[in-house]
Structures are given as C-alpha cells and as structure tokens.
C-alpha cells in the first residue's frame, strides 16, 4: 500500500541519483478501462534534467507521483541508484526528493521558518546563504509585517498572503537548496508567474539543477526547452524523446504542441 512500508524496508541511499522506471503500468486500481501508465520504461542518468511534456491526461503527474509513492505501481519497477523504492522506507525517500510546485504551501510564521522548514537544523547563516542562491534576499530585506517585524523575521501571513507568486516561489526554491537533495521535482513552477518573476525563479532553478537529477513536468513547454532531455508522452505511453531541435523535427505531437503555444509559426 502506498504510505506504507513494508516489513524489512531500509534506508534509502543515493550515491549518484540515477532513476529507472522498469516497464511500469498503473491504472488506479480499475479493472476496466486504458491503464494511465501502460509498460513504461525509462532511464534518468545522474544529474540529467529531462522535462516530461504532452497533452493533458498523458501520465506526465502520475509518472512523478509513483516516484513519491503517493501510488504504488501495478506491475513493473521504479529503482533509484538501482533500489527499488517499494523496498526503502518512505521518510528515507522524502529525504532525498524535494519536490517544487506551482502552488507553494507556507507557513503562517516568518520567513527564516519557512525557509528553515527545509532543514530544520539549519543556522541562520544556512537560511541566508539559501535565499541568496534563491534570488530572495533583496525582496526579503523590503519586507515588513503588521507588526513591525522586517525581513527574515517578518511573518508571512495565513499561507503566504502578503506575498506574490514569484516570492512565494523562491522561497520554495530557497528550502530545497538548503535541503540539498540528490533529487528534484518540478509541476510548471514558471506557470502563473508574470515574467520579471519568472525570470528570476528560472535563474534560481539554474543553481538549484547543477549536478543534480531533476523531473520537470511542463504544461508550457517554454519552461524545459532547454532540458537535456525532453519525454514526450501520449495515453501513458513515451511517444518519443529527444532535446528541443530533435524533437521539432522528429514529433509530429511535439510540433503541434509547441505550435499551438505558440512556439513556432506554421
């Protein structure tokens, strides 16, 4: 069951952070029906940024969501570092993947907290270094809330009210560099972000890729053309793979897509 570690489950270790889905199907338990994920095979190398694209219901959060074991697959395998994750202890798991998405869950409490949240035994000089790297420390030091506290000090209100999206969102960046994982997850963390704010969580997500393994799923694919390796998936299956400039000339389905958000003309 998913949420539930099995009798004998151990640590998870990462060493190099290479992910291997081994002919992995899943249906959310319906017995009839099209599987959401029907014999799917693919490899992650260590440190490989690989964007996973293509139209709504393809598999692209459920792929990402087996990986946390929200779900557990129905048959096949999801190794990390070559163990498989239905056999490691699911806190170990946590530990090693962070995961960003569009809507970033904080804190009623202050920033430093929120940042901390991400290691909570981290030293303030830790918290600093992470929202600098995040691109956070400039707005951070404007801040002040309704009661006079400033900065890193300054509360953020129920779920982060007084803050914008794109704050929100290097905050968010901000706790994952001080978690430091091996592993990183993104859902579309640009989508909703104007484009000054965007501009400087994609520079944040740049420090935050280097050297390590990382899934974006992109609704717009603007936000992973620069991916080693973009997957395109159709009705749970890899429909084809490749970077930006292949893929336009060797996926019709890709070309549509990209098309249709404008991306080439034609």
């Known amino acids: 069951l998913a949420g539930v570690d099995r009798r004998g489950s151990r640590p998870l270790e990462v060493s190099r952070g290479e992910i291997r889905f081994d002919d992995v199907s899943f249906a959310y338990g319906r017995k009839d029906g099209a599987p959401v994920l029907e014999h799917l095979s693919l490899e992650l190398r260590p440190g490989e940024r690989v964007g996973l694209v293509g139209r709504s219901g393809a598999g692209k959060s459920t792929l990402v969501h087996l990986l946390l074991r929200f779900h557990e697959p129905e048959s096949g395998r999801i190794l990390i570092d070559g163990q498989d994750i239905a056999g490691v202890t699911e806190e170990s798991l946590r530990q090693h993947i962070a995961m960003v998405t569009q809507d970033t869950s904080l804190l009623h409490r202050s920033i430093r907290d929120n940042i901390r949240y991400g290691r909570p035994g981290a030293t303030d000089d830790e918290v600093r270094d992470a929202a600098g790297r995040a691109q956070a420390t400039e707005f951070i030091e404007t801040l002040q809330d309704w009661h006079g506290r400033r900065g ?24 994952v560099l001080l978690k430091d994982p091996q592993l990183v997850l993104f859902d579309e963390p640009t989508s909703a972000l104007d484009a000054q704010s965007e501009r400087h969580v994609k520079q944040a997500v740049r420090r935050l890729l280097a050297g390590r393994t990382s899934i974006t799923v992109a609704h717009r694919l603007a936000t992973v053309m620069d991916a080693d390796r973009i997957i395109v998936m159709d009705h749970g299956t890899i429909a084809a793979e490749g970077n930006h400039a292949q893929l336009l000339k060797e ?16």
Do not use: T
Request: with cysteine.
């Open 251 to 266: 996926s019709a389905l890709y070309a549509d897509l990209c098309r249709k958000q404008g991306l080439i003309l034609g």
């Open 152 to 175: 890193f000090d300054s509360h953020v209100g129920e779920r982060g009210a007084k803050l914008s999206g794109g704050q929100k969102q290097r905050l968010a960046l901000a706790r």
